[in-house]
């Protein structure tokens, strides 16, 4: 086996000249003894081709070959390892401290045929102790603590400077320095007194005193032991993640997290960070998304902040059927808020039907409770169809009656969605009757509508407009078609709104809505319809509304288009929403 050096001393250390050191092939080579670095080891050359010679790599006369291959698993794991060394920390004392593996002057161990890695390494797993502890340290330049925060069953060392911007662990700490002072202090008084008297005590003794202080006690010479600060938390959404970024903002305030949840808002009032609080409800109140909008709310309503709860409230309205209805996380929506939700007028939705299927999942995933994926259309049907008896008429539909009540199933006017209706055993024939009873009395009267207040008995279209110039979508109702239309004024941040009659064989209407859905043929028909516009600008979602407008439409070009409703300031997308009502003649 070939020697670790081709120069070995007697004293066991490396001796090189300054000309071999300069022709040091690379940091690679650098070979670890456990003084430290001694300087390069030179290139070993074994006679034979280029492809086989090797280079000494370690501290254990091992050898790899100069270029790396991809199926050395066990060298790749070896290296890796070797470059990990520097992050491996151990516990000291209650404490934790890390191993310095260079001396003052040597460079850091980096393999050149391996990624760098700096900070936290992309190859290794940092825990949230590991990284807070790499960040103080690096902070404070490896001072020693002044504190040692015990936390969820882990420990954390804290510098004065720094913990005095938490509120509570300023307090905790100011009054754990007190009660250290006023026991050593007695503790010195009574040393005295044993000193004058002659009694010297045992060795035992002073030990289990200085366990019984909680580690506040004095350690050899004049240097004082860090104080320990004990906080429970009884919270369950504080995690360990939440925590150890909370302390890593008291070092570094612009420090940023993987993502804002709601555990990072309550451990920040836990710990009084008055700065990290406002912080984490600026960044809340902009990225509330499907996955954290529950999240969100409840945090908000446990520390009754009314801002983000309206701000959570607001996006559901846009985002409930759209985004939230498809994801396993509309299990977690509160029934309070669902039902809030859904009688708010300015709730957003493409039909009254993609209402009615939002219920109908969430009150799957509620008596599902251990699904993990999002519903299917089928599943949610079939596990309906199979209940004996309605569903709402049985003591476990109960409780879900005043979402189904709070839907407008007269909206539901398809041929395929009523078919639905009435094979799901959900409603009870009652309403299925009345529903019915009115979609019949629409179409036979040429479209009047019981109505007696529009905000609640309308029938809405929502359409998303984004960045074309033009959209359109059109619609039948009880036998009259209409085309709804908004466009962008030239280049400008301005749309015109409008809705426009259709004859029953226009064009625009799809195949299956010429050949299969009634018409009338009434030339003139009186519709109350209202234009509602819901857009983001600077940050904030805006609403436009042109208002309850009763206009006749005819069949003529003269008479058969609406007045355009105009709303400038808008920005892309735009949530537009036509409610039309046919009072009674």
Known sequence: ????????????????????????????????????????CPQQVIPGLPSRQRTQTGCTNRWRLDRAFSGDLL?????????????????????????????????????????????????????????????????????????????????????????????????????????????????????????????????????????????????????????????????????????SFALRTLYRPAECPERWDGSLLSVAIMLGLSQLYQRCLNEMMVNITSLMVCDFHRVACKHKQTTLQSACARWLELFLVTELSHQIGLRDLPFDLLLKTLRCPRVFAVNEYDLLRTVLNWTYLQLNTTEQTPPSHNAVNSFFCSSVGMFLEQPVGQMYLPLFQALRLHGITERNHVKEIQKINVFPPSWLLLTFSSHYYSIHSGGDMHMTDFS?????????????????????????????????????????????????????????????QPFSVRTERCVRYQVRVQSCVRGEWQEKCSGVVSQVFGLSKRCCRSQVFTVDGLSTPLFVTFALAFPSS
């Open 1 to 40: 086996m070939p020697s670790a050096c081709l120069n070995p001393r007697i004293d066991g250390q490396c001796h090189i000249s300054p000309s071999r050191l300069l022709d040091a092939p690379s940091l690679s080579q650098m070979t670890l003894f456990h003084g430290g670095f001694t300087g390069p």
């Open 456 to 516: 609640k008995h309308s029938i809405r279209f929502g359409m998303i407009v984004e960045e074309l110039q033009h959209y359109t979508r059109a619609i039948g109702l009880y036998g009259f078609y209409f085309l709804f239309k908004a466009s962008r004024v030239g280049q400008s941040d301005a749309f015109d709104f409008f809705l426009e009659r259709l004859r029953h064989w226009d064009p625009a209407l799809t195949e299956s809505c010429r050949t299969t």
């Open 75 to 243: 060298g790749q794991a070896q290296v890796q390892r070797a470059v990990s060394l520097t992050h491996r920390t151990t516990r000291s004392a209650g404490t934790l401290r890390t191993r310095d593996v260079t001396s003052s002057w040597d460079p850091p161990l980096i393999l050149n045929d391996m990624p760098q890695t700096t900070g936290l390494s992309s190859g290794v797993h940092s825990s949230p102790e590991h990284s807070f502890y790499l960040l103080s340290q690096e902070v404070t330049q490896n001072a020693k603590p002044d504190a040692v925060l015990e936390c969820l069953g882990s420990i954390w060392e804290l510098h004065g400077q720094f913990l005095s911007r938490s509120e509570t662990l300023a307090e905790l700490y100011t009054n754990c320095k007190k009660q250290r002072n006023i026991l050593l202090q007695s503790r010195a008084g009574s040393r005295q007194t044993a000193t004058s008297s002659g009694w010297r005590g045992s060795a035992g003794h002073w030990g289990r005193m200085l366990i019984e202080d909680g580690g506040m006690g004095t350690s050899r010479g004049s240097f004082r032991r860090p104080i320990l600060l004990q906080l429970p938390i009884r919270d369950p959404s504080i995690n360990k993640e939440a925590l």
